[in-house]
């Protein structure tokens, strides 16, 4: 017994040989640990939220997107009732019927009166070339005054600078030209515009050409003489007028050139040029 009671002394004092008193930091560093263990659940449970919301937008993204009812628009093909719009429909053409005028162009220049300057206006309209420009033919008749005013060539060089004008002889009245390039047969027109108005068609034809033919639309045609224009231009000038004679044309209609096509004739009578006078893509002019 006596045995007994030694040994478990013995057991006793190694016990407290080993064993010491926990101080002041033990309960401080445990507070600690309890804290982060604390924080990190804290933030596991927010990122697992924030994990939780995204699969689900994404969940929600990847539903199709309902689709709005569309109604159809009818369409009406067109019956016997319904017609083409404005728009579509081609405006109602106005054809004037003529009477050629046997009046002769005469070569330059221009005698006069000329109180609006008229002479001054067409020859101030040709560029180029060279020379001054200057009245090459020119015919009055029922008040007005047309006139084609001209410059010659540069040495060595195929082309013609020239205008027209179709004038009040107290001046006022339509301007066209810039006109360069040597064809055998070049057209334009002015005025005729309406019932009772009086028309020019001109131009420039080879020289080859002794005789030119004008075919209207409605009317009989006008045969032309050309006038020499000299040395100093390598083709010659032709003018010829007509009266329009009606009918009137409606504010509706739209107007088609009085004049349909121009031929150009030699001396042994062979056609040797043509233009079509045309507002269509068919124009050779």
Not at 76 to 89: E, I, L, Q, W, Y
Not at 100 to 116: M, N, R, T
Not at 208 to 232: M, N, T, Y
């Amino acid at each position: 017994m006596s045995d007994l009671r030694e040994r478990l002394q013995e057991l006793a004092d190694v016990a407290a040989l080993h064993s010491r008193t926990p101080g002041p930091q033990v309960p401080r560093r445990r507070a600690r640990h309890r804290r982060l263990r604390l924080i990190g659940g804290t933030a596991m449970l927010v990122v697992l939220a924030v994990v939780a919301g995204t699969v689900g937008t994404d969940r929600l993204n990847d539903r199709p997107t309902p689709l709005t009812p569309v109604t159809p628009i009818p369409t009406v093909a067109p019956t016997s009732t319904t017609s083409p719009t404005r728009a579509t429909r081609p405006l109602p053409r106005w054809i004037p019927s003529v009477t050629p005028l046997k009046i002769k162009a005469q070569p330059g220049p221009y005698p006069g009166p000329d109180p609006g300057g008229i002479v001054r206006d067409v020859t101030s309209l040709v560029r180029g070339c060279q020379d001054k420009s200057r009245v090459r033919l020119w015919i009055r008749a029922q008040g007005k005054v047309w006139l084609i005013a001209a410059k010659p060539p540069p040495p060595g060089r195929q082309h013609v600078c020239w205008a027209t004008a179709l004038m009040n002889q107290g001046g006022g009245g339509g301007l066209g030209g810039g006109y360069v390039g040597v064809k055998p047969l070049r057209v334009t027109f002015a005025g005729g515009d309406n019932n009772r108005q009086l028309g020019v068609v001109s131009g420039t034809v080879t020289k080859r050409a002794v005789r030119l033919r004008v075919l209207f639309h409605k009317g009989p045609p006008l045969d032309l003489v050309p006038v020499a224009a000299g040395d100093q231009f390598p083709l010659n000038f032709w003018a010829g007028l007509f009266l329009v004679t009606g009918p009137p044309r409606a504010e509706s209609q739209e107007p088609v050139p009085a004049v349909d096509r121009v031929l150009a004739f030699d001396q042994a009578g062979n056609q040797i040029a043509a233009c079509r006078i045309s507002l269509d893509l068919g124009n050779s002019c």
